[in-house]
């Protein structure tokens, strides 16, 4: 690995776990099928018990993980660009949303999907604030951006869409990001693991 | 034959690829378990093993082993002093690099 690769396999470790983002983008689309009450999501508990589904899996994603790439902490600027990057998110997302498309009366009322679009921002900075941004993402999140900005979206609230287009956004990434991961730290077979991780 | 400048002359302990990857990867990062930063410098088992020992004997890492899971896990972390030779080797090998970049068109042009 290149002095760079080395030097970034902290922020490579904690971003790039793409399988992470399955089960993240899931939970996008079970929230747009639970607005939509399609079949037995319209009952609470069965809407309850697939968000449990989902954090067992993630859950689940992460021991994977431990198991076979090993465990660290991230350093203490790492945590800082971390929070940094929810703060912004929460500003764009909720700042971005009523701006664009509200009942807000300083609201632009524009004909976008004001989800898709804040949402794909949000997404570019922070991967460029977390110091983890390749072509993938600029391609996944720049068409989250442009098929949420094009005027396409007058009429009807568009928002339960516009999750769908997450999810959607969230998986695809979430691939291209565990390949990238997978080219910085190697195959998942690469040493023995379960007894390589008590030498020294 | 002149002595060296001081701020060129490396750390050997330091410079041997293997334990430069081992304290890089450590200096992003607050601790890391031995699996971890074998995947992430691409060292064997028994290299990374070594190096370790030799980089806790100088002070420069903390090695801890415990267990996770009932397995056991050997997590390790720079030491304050290791977090600045760290740096300082970085620094001058930036440093010679710009040296060798400013004396390499005065070579040519002689």
């Known amino acids: 690995m290149k002095r760079q690769a080395i030097r970034a396999a902290g922020p490579r470790y904690a971003y790039l776990r793409g399988v992470l983002s399955i089960p993240a983008g899931f939970l996008f689309l079970l929230a747009a099928l639970g607005n939509w009450q399609v079949g037995p999501l319209r009952h609470d508990l069965i809407f309850f018990a697939c968000v449990v589904a989902i954090a067992l899996a993630y859950g ?72 983890v941004l390749h072509a993938h993402h600029l391609v996944v999140w720049g068409s989250l951006f442009l098929a949420g900005a094009l005027p396409l979206w007058a009429g009807a609230d568009p928002s339960n869409v516009g999750l769908v ?22 195959p998942r077979d690469l040493p023995a693991a379960g007894e390589g991780n008590a030498r020294a | 034959m002149p002595a060296p400048e001081p701020e060129l002359v490396l750390d050997r302990l330091i410079h041997e690829p293997g334990r430069l990857a081992i304290l890089t990867v450590l200096a992003s990062v607050r601790d890391a378990d031995f699996l971890f930063l074998l995947r992430a410098t691409g060292l064997t088992k028994g290299n990374l093993s070594s190096h370790l020992a030799k980089l806790e004997d100088a002070g420069l890492v903390t090695i801890e082993k415990r267990f996770i899971r009932k397995k056991p896990n050997t997590n390790v972390a ?27 068109p005065e070579a040519v042009s002689r």
């Not at chain 1, 009942?103 to 898709?116: E, R």
């Not at chain 1, 287009?165 to 190697?186: E, K, L, S």
């Not at chain 2, 970085?90 to 004396?103: F, G, I, K, N, T």
């Open chain 1, 60 to 131: 689940l994603v992460v021991r994977y993980y431990q198991d076979h790439y090993g465990r660290m902490s991230p350093s203490p600027g790492q945590q800082l660009r971390g929070a940094a990057a929810v703060g912004l998110g929460l500003v764009i997302v909720v700042g971005g949303s009523l701006l664009l498309r509200s009942q807000a009366g300083w609201s632009l009322d524009l004909p976008v999907n004001a989800i898709a679009v804040t949402f794909a921002v949000v997404m570019l900075a922070s991967y460029a604030i977390w110091g």
């Open chain 1, 165 to 186: 287009m997450c999810g959607v956004a969230v998986i695809v990434c979430g691939v291209f990001d565990h390949i990238a991961f997978v080219r910085t730290f190697g």
């Open chain 2, 78 to 104: 720079l030491t304050a002093a290791g977090r600045e030779r760290i740096a300082r080797h970085w620094e001058q090998l930036d440093h010679l690099r710009r040296w060798s970049e400013a004396v390499q």
